[in-house]
């Protein structure tokens, strides 16, 4: 007798309006199960660090031109090199953000960012995902998370989440060495500490075998970036979808439901 369907996607934060190919995703998945029955698992893949990731495009209400949004940091390092769970947001950037959202969201998701608290990035994206209702009915698995990094299984190609200049920076193991990439050709070769695997999270390269000896599922609904780089080899029990078409989709997702 064949298990019960587990439905992944997986996604790091991509906004404090998540991006709308994150909702093509979960509106992917969803389908899935109405179909096939089982569980929904979101990959939350928060130990990413790129602040880029996070960017956040609206639309202007009147003038329909596009601007960007963004977290603000405590300093450059934390930006650039600290985990997304650890970059750290100032205490008034929520307030001078929201000084400017009526000018691209209704004020239902106004009330939303305003009543959402959170001290971190990745927490506040996802408390913003929650209060939505996006994640309704879905597991939650964070790449942070000590249990999840302590059950996964080895990987040759990682990152560690180590001290440095009093920051937790999320440094790339080359070589038997930890660097920070600065841009470019520009490494940073931090001093050898020691670590252990709740330290320990997976490259692009590696972060499908990493995800599945935790997650195991049964079907995975892929991105289109995830396409150019995910290895279906390497988890042949796993059924691919991908994810449905949606316009615009590097964008914030702002269809707030009535």
Not at 118 to 144: H, K, P, Q, T, W
Not at 215 to 237: D, I, M, Q, S
């Amino acid at each position: 007798m064949s298990s019960a369907p587990v439905i992944c996607f997986g996604q790091q934060p991509c906004g404090f309006f998540p991006r709308r190919f994150l909702f093509a995703k979960i509106q992917t998945a969803r389908r899935l199960r109405a179909e096939l029955g089982g569980e929904i698992v979101f990959f939350y893949h928060d130990s990413d660090h790129d602040p880029r990731e996070t960017r956040t495009t609206l639309r202007h209400r009147k003038t329909n031109e596009p601007a960007q949004l963004n977290f603000a940091f405590e300093n450059r390092l934390q930006r650039k090199f600290s985990p997304q769970y650890l970059k750290r947001i100032p205490t008034d950037w929520q307030g001078k953000t929201l000084l400017q959202l009526p000018n691209y969201v209704e004020s239902r998701l106004i009330e939303i960012y305003r009543n959402v608290s959170a001290s971190n990035v990745a927490d506040f994206c996802l408390e913003m995902y929650r209060a939505m209702g996006l994640l309704e009915g879905i597991r939650l698995v964070r790449s942070s998370d000590p249990v999840v990094r302590r059950a996964a299984c080895d990987i040759p190609d990682f990152f560690a989440d180590i001290p440095h200049e009093g920051e937790i920076v999320r440094a790339r193991s080359a070589g038997g060495t930890l660097k920070l990439h600065e841009g470019g050709d520009s490494y940073v070769t931090l001093r050898a500490v020691t670590f252990n695997k709740e330290q320990v999270s997976p490259a692009r390269d590696s972060r499908l075998r990493w995800m599945q000896s935790v997650v195991h599922c049964t079907h995975y609904v892929a991105g289109a970036g995830e396409k150019a780089y995910l290895r279906p080899e390497e988890a042949p029990e796993i059924t691919f979808v991908n994810r449905e078409t949606i316009e615009r989709s590097d964008e914030a997702y702002t269809d707030f439901p009535s």
